[in-house]
């Protein structure tokens, strides 16, 4: 029996969580004492593991600063979260798509470079955290655009790469499709252009979750 299994990355593609996601830079910023980058570059990072993109957005930091950053990060996302402050709202439609797919008789799965505690407290919110057969995170594997996030959900589902197709909004997300020899589909709804996710690999451009299931069907 063929296993189709379609991946999705989380922020940007899933659920919109530039507003806590950027807050938290700039907490981190500070305590490391760093002057904290424009919003827009640190949304452009958002799918990074939280070490690369430090490298990427400080990269004249020292160590020792980005370690800081680093743990300032994570206690300021976990310190929104115990408040009720977090924002990770669904984008509208995400829902019934990833019923469709399953109707449809996909298996579903997660790459992102979220932490396992992000990730699994996100789905618990949305009441999600059954629909997915692999989640895989930064917490356990090199960052994106390498290929082993999609390399083990495709083992997870005992699924072949020329019947899975990788779905997100960034070039990190395209590169690491065409990495792992996975369909890569973008959304224009994420963090980085339309032209730059087809340039980067995307085989498709989905413009609403509706159109993306027409895509992956």
């Not at 659920?15 to 949304?43: K, W």
């Not at 999600?128 to 930064?138: E, K, N």
Request: glycine share 8%; with cysteine; charged share 20%.
């Amino acid at each position: 029996m063929t296993v189709k299994l379609a991946i999705f990355d989380c922020d940007g593609t899933l659920v919109d969580g530039q507003a806590s996601i950027c807050e938290a830079m700039e907490t981190a910023f500070a305590t490391a004492r760093l002057i904290a980058p424009p919003r827009n570059d640190i949304r452009r990072i958002v799918g990074l593991s939280l070490p690369q993109a430090l490298h990427q957005l400080a990269p004249e930091a020292s160590d020792d600063q980005r370690r800081i950053a680093v743990d300032a990060y994570k206690d300021a996302f976990r310190t929104s979260r115990m408040e009720g402050r977090l924002q990770e709202p669904l984008y509208d439609g995400i829902a019934a798509l990833l019923d469709r797919l399953k109707t449809a008789g996909w298996e579903l799965a997660v790459a992102t470079g979220k932490s396992d505690r992000g990730l699994f407290s996100c789905l618990a919110m949305h009441g999600l955290s059954d629909h997915f057969i692999s989640l895989q995170t930064a917490d356990r594997h090199p960052s994106k655009p390498h290929p082993a996030m999609l390399e083990a959900a495709l083992g997870d589902a005992m699924a072949e790469p020329e019947n899975a197709v990788m779905i997100g909004d960034t070039t990190f997300d395209m590169e690491m499709a065409a990495a792992a020899n996975v369909r890569a589909i973008g959304v224009d709804w994420g963090y980085h252009s339309p032209g730059e996710l087809l340039a980067f690999g995307a085989d498709a451009l989905a413009t609403s979750p509706a159109h993306l299931g027409d895509l992956i069907l």
